[in-house]
């Protein structure tokens, strides 16, 4: 099987522009086919603000919403999907950007209301996802960009956890392609002390997953990521590694591995 | 040669969800390969003024500063694009939206700034437009819907006329395809009355409208409209015509031609 990777920057660094362009300029340089899936960063909370749109949060996750879609689907899909595109076409690497709407790539379903009612928020069966669609845009030599707006095929656009969306359009690449997730963020890696990013753990597996919970090593946002890239790995992808964006070509990671 | 429409809607139907949806449902119904552009509406200056950002105008046409650029890349190539193209997606329609950085399909030149500096706006010349991407999505199926927001190839998104975008896609679809141009917006056609719905002027020949300008019975943003129509036809596109959004399935309209 042919080879792709799939990337996911957060949102810490689509807030600076310059780490941003050295991120893609090494996105630039990697071999071979490529999916990037972008996070949202501070400029729709900062919007909200401006706009006088009431920003609710449970758990540290955005309540969508009518007034709140709306934004997210100007900033993510519009201005930061749009800029990361025209940067990535600077460069030479043929980028397309896309919503999970657009040749309905990635539908997904409006989560329901009970017990908490998020809002506008969709949740991605990977099964579901228009690989087909994929590989022809990826065997024509794009790009995909992706942010994390899908929707519900029913005329709603639904905002989606981009960590979720990574790991699901990795699940769901891996049927066509040997498949490679990239989480990239603010951090060398998991840390076994979050104060000290020498603290990089190369290797977690399942099992020793299960032990940093047990010892309270891993908390907090860290767990649904790690979450995310075990349900990658137990569903056909070959390989997760979580990462400092700068730190993209180089080995400097923390490697998933079932076992 | 195989048989295109390339349609573009005005900001006046963007800006009504019945008449939009009752738009699209017709869109639909259009046999054969499409491709839609749509203009901004009255969001973008909606949402200027909660942000402050100042409004600057000459001519009747909007100066592009670095704010306004973000505002209508959110406003044009986020919110608008991606609702229509979820609504298409709704009713079946295997929409893709695109601004013209994605996968360059529509690559622009920055205004020089003399005589007037309208900031981050683009001139498309149809020739450089990637012809090549979108028969392949049309082949595939698929119905690409543009923002009129482009990019210079240098890292920059910039601000068209989606009139004038228009036009062009359609100037360059027609070295493959038997390409006609619909221009849909509010009115009925072109009117010898501007207060009279009912005095569509049927057919416009290159000299009945030069017959028209000089009597000023065709003024103001009609102008640059039939200017884009006629080099459209001058150009290699079979037909243009300019009709109300309602009538896209019948044949009130004002059909042009150039003799």
């Known amino acids: 099987m042919k080879k792709l990777t799939v990337i996911k920057i957060g949102g810490n660094i689509v807030d600076k522009p310059d780490a941003l362009q050295n991120f893609l300029n090494n996105f630039h340089k990697m071999e071979g086919p490529k999916v990037l899936i ?149 951090k060398d890696g998991v840390l076994s002390d979050p104060d000290n990013n020498e603290s990089v753990i190369p290797l977690i597996t399942k099992s020793s997953y299960r032990q940093l919970l047990e010892e309270k090593k891993v908390i907090g946002g860290m767990i649904p990521k790690l979450d995310n890239a075990f349900s990658a790995l137990e569903n056909g992808v070959s390989e997760v590694v979580i990462k400092h964006a700068d730190n993209l070509l180089n080995s400097k990671e923390t490697l998933l591995m079932l076992r």
């Open 38 to 186: 972008h996070g949202g960063g501070v400029l729709a909370t900062e919007l909200s603000a401006k706009l006088g749109i009431e920003v609710k949060m449970h758990n540290g996750r955005r309540i969508t919403d009518d007034q709140t879609l709306k934004l997210v689907t100007m900033v993510y899909a519009g201005l930061i999907n749009k800029q990361i595109t025209a940067s990535l076409q600077k460069i030479g690497c043929n980028a397309i950007g896309l919503s999970g709407a657009d040749g309905n790539s990635v539908p997904a379903v409006k989560r329901p209301a009970d017990p908490i009612d998020w809002g506008y928020v969709g949740d991605v069966d990977p099964a579901r996802i228009n690989t087909s669609l994929l590989a022809f845009l990826l065997d024509k030599g794009l790009c995909p960009v992706f942010c994390a707006i899908t929707h519900d095929s029913n005329g709603s656009l639904l905002n989606t956890n981009a960590d979720t969306m990574a790991s699901n359009l990795a699940i769901a690449l891996s049927k066509d392609y040997t498949t490679r997730l990239v989480y990239c963020f603010e």
